[in-house]
Nanobody, 124 residues
Framework: QVQLVESGGGLVQAGGSLRLSCAASGRTSSTDAMGWFRQPPGKEREFVATISWSGEIKRYADSAQGRFTISRDNAKNTVSLEMNSLKPEDTAVYYC?????????????????WGKGTPVTVSA
């Protein structure tokens, strides 16, 4: 069993930055992708970014492209999301996830594990 624990959320002004981290306890498969999803208030959960086990493949939602950067450290079993130029519409609970590959994670299917989420609030 793998447990995912997110950290780094909080309140930030528009235009600011936050770095989210997710630590995985237990051993994930050497082929697993990791990624981030978010659920804005009153909306469905949506894909944000994903990264392959090797780190060579990264995929982003259009809303994140150019502003967010995903990275992972397999030695530490962590995945991070650097978020810059934050906007009020980025306000959401951000969830870390482990999936089969980046393609299925982009589609939001086949997730193996989920974290409990960390809230991000961007004020105008």
């Amino acid at each position: 069993q793998v447990q995912l624990v997110e950290s780094g959320g909080g309140l930030v002004q528009a235009g600011g930055s936050l770095r989210l981290s997710c630590a995985a306890s237990g051993r994930t498969s050497s082929t697993d992708a990791m990624g981030w999803f978010r659920q804005p208030p009153g909306k469905e959960r949506e894909f944000v970014a994903t990264i392959s086990w090797s780190g060579e493949i990264k995929r982003y939602a259009d809303s994140a492209q150019g502003r967010f950067t995903i990275s992972r450290d397999n030695a530490k079993n962590t995945v991070s999301l650097e978020m810059n130029s934050l906007k009020p519409e980025d306000t959401a609970v951000y969830y870390c996830a482990v999936g089969t590959n980046t393609q299925t994670m982009t589609l939001g299917v086949g997730m193996k594990y989920w974290g409990k989420g960390t809230p991000v609030t961007v004020s105008a």
